[in-house]
């Protein structure tokens, strides 16, 4: 019978959480351990590196699995100031904490915003990153990007992403952490996350209050900032950083996108026509690798082994096997 998420909270592969500080910034990440190559693995906006708990877990039986809490999430510091958010420096922190891990190679896995950080970081050390699997990343041209200014609703100060004002309606403040699961697990898009996942996620994206309670370690207002791509180093950017990554060719790499998902898949098309591959469809909404975790994980090891054989000094061809469809 399979174990549940609070049964493995006992087990053996219980994340060890460290902090450094990169350019005046509080970076902090979680280390599941492991054997083998280094795997990095970057969350959506607004999440923390334990919404990979379940996954990590298993993958660290053939991986150094690391997970970054990116600028403002988890337990690196709060920033609201959109001067000081951005994927670049967010790639920045990342690379700071593996430097401090005496890390040198490694894969990165990035889920929405979290993928666009991934690809910030193979645009700057290329040499170092031997896979990056991109699902959904929030990567975008900046010519689609501008036709899409009509999905903006009005705000004091201009035209603002809804995604953005919904986050600044966030609840920041609640009773206790079951209240969080039993919520946040009743209505969309959090609903369709595996239970082990919300679990991971509430569990370390959440901080305990003096009062008892406990409130959202990313503040509703960090979480809008990057949404509405205020910040000085957005999706644009990123987007511009992955044709940086195709132009030095030494990265392979991977665009995957869910059947269900509520984005444009024009965002991911253009990804993987820069980086030269086909895009790949798999079953589920934006947070496909969250809502199955036997398919996440088995995901996450299918793409790595491809695309670890598609390095120049790889073993062999590349298997063409992927979960899903390919366009």
């Known amino acids: 019978m399979a174990r549940s998420y609070d049964d493995l909270m006992g087990c053996s592969g219980e994340p060890v959480g460290g902090r450094i500080e990169s350019d005046g910034v509080g970076a902090a990440w979680l280390d599941w351990g492991g ?26 039986s053939g991986h150094r699995v690391i997970g970054i809490d990116l600028r403002g999430h988890g337990d690196s510091d709060d920033v609201v100031d959109p001067m000081l958010l951005g994927n670049d420096v967010m790639a920045s922190d990342a690379l700071a904490v593996l430097e401090h891990l005496g890390i040198d190679r ?37 010519r689609v990007r501008e036709d899409q200014l009509f999905g903006f609703v009005d705000g ?52 305990d209050r003096p009062d008892g309670r406990v409130e959202l370690s990313c503040r509703p207002e960090t979480e809008a900032q990057i949404f509405g791509s205020t910040e000085r180093h957005g999706p644009a950017e990123s987007f511009e950083a992955l044709r940086r990554v195709a132009a030095d060719g030494r990265v392979p790499a991977a665009v995957l996108v869910g059947s269900t998902t509520d984005l444009d898949r024009e965002w991911f098309r253009g990804q993987a026509e820069v980086l030269g591959v086909d895009i790949e469809v798999v079953d589920g909404g ?3 690798l969250f809502e199955d975790v036997d398919r996440g994980v088995r995901l996450i090891e299918e793409h790595l082994r491809n695309l670890g054989n598609q390095l120049p000094d790889g073993p062999g061809e590349a298997d063409d096997t992927v979960e899903g469809e390919t366009d």
Do not use: K, Q
């Open 35 to 60: 054997f083998g190559d280094a795997l990095v693995l970057l969350h959506p906006n607004g999440f923390c590196a334990g919404v990979y708990d379940p996954l990590a877990r298993r993958l660290a």
């Open 106 to 142: 490694f894969a990165v896995v990035g889920v929405s915003s979290g993928g666009a950080v991934g690809g910030e970081m193979a645009a700057v050390v290329p040499d170092r990153v031997t896979a990056l699997v991109l699902c959904e990343a929030v990567a975008i041209d900046a």
């Open 156 to 207: 004091p100060d201009g035209p603002v992403h809804p995604l953005a004002a919904g986050a600044r309606r966030r609840r920041d403040v609640w009773d206790d952490r079951a209240a969080v699961r039993a919520s946040y697990g009743s209505r969309p898009p959090l609903d369709e996350l595996h239970p082990d996942t919300l679990a991971g996620y509430v569990r370390w994206g959440f901080r």
């Open 286 to 288: 934006h947070f496909f």
